[in-house]
């Protein structure tokens, strides 16, 4: 190449700079949502790597205030925001051993809701990765398309109707086709990797969250699901307990 890109960038047209520094811009900020989303799924998996086998642990030991104080331990886990909401409004309704079925179905629905928040803030910020990998192809071909068409007036108004006359503008102008691609290629392969990452988070929740709930639902006939008239009955030896 008998230009180097320096000299190819100081004899592009304005329009065509314009496109390769649009094309600059997305790249940047494409590249900025890659690593803020790899870094938020990484401190949320590596998080919940450690809470979900505690929490469950503390299930199979019928220590529910212990898995509520886990949750509120993990900050940056997803498993542990989704159930959070749902273990403080439970908590109360287990202290005093006043848990129903309806009381379940409301904590069901707080995790769905909690659920739905929180694939909403794993989610933020792969449209601009899905536009950039669609549109950066497209905008570079713009410049390209613009460029050859430069060159070609060029060619025309010097009266030189030879491919050497027009192979440097050519050049130039391909340029951002190929720049629009180097943008495109890793906001791509970012959107699929995230995609499929962000699946599997939402599995992970979506099996601890069940986890939990048939853990309250078999509750209801045990210790914290018993009325508080019943534990007292049971406490104070005034009968033979009374089984749920």
């Keep these: 190449m008998s230009h180097s890109l320096t000299e190819m960038w100081f004899e592009m047209g304005w329009f065509v700079k314009g496109v390769v520094i649009t094309l600059a811009i997305m ?3 494409s590249m900025t949502v890659v690593v803020q989303k790899w870094w938020l799924l990484r401190k949320a998996q590596k998080e919940t790597v450690k809470f979900a086998p505690e929490f469950s642990q503390f299930l199979e030991e019928d ?13 940056k886990s997803h498993v542990a925001i989704v159930l959070g909401g749902a273990l403080r ?3 109360p ?3 005093d051993g006043s848990v129903t079925v309806s009381d379940i179905n409301s904590v069901e629905r707080a995790v769905e809701r909690n659920m739905l928040i929180e694939v909403t803030h794993l989610k933020r910020g792969l449209a601009v990765l899905a536009t950039v990998g669609s549109t950066a192809p497209f905008v570079g071909l713009l410049g390209t398309t613009i460029g050859i068409v430069n060159s070609f007036a060029a060619m025309g108004s010097s009266g030189s109707a030879g491919l050497g006359a027009i ?4 050049s130039e102008a391909l340029i951002a086709t190929a720049f629009g691609l180097l943008v495109a290629i890793p906001a791509v392969w970012g959107y699929n990797y995230f995609l499929t990452k962000i699946d599997n988070l939402i599995a992970e929740m979506t099996y601890v969250s069940k986890e939990f709930i048939d853990y309250l ?3 209801v006939s045990g210790e914290f699901g018993r009325s508080r008239f019943t534990r007292e009955f049971n406490a104070g030896g005034g009968g033979t307990p009374v089984s749920q």
């Design 27 to 29: 790249s940047i900020y």
């Design 63 to 75: 220590n529910l205030l212990e898995a509520i104080n886990l949750a509120e331990r993990y900050k």
């Design 89 to 91: 409004e439970i908590k």
């Design 93 to 95: 309704l287990i202290t």
């Design 167 to 170: 192979s440097a503008g050519i």
């Design 217 to 219: 639902i078999k509750g």
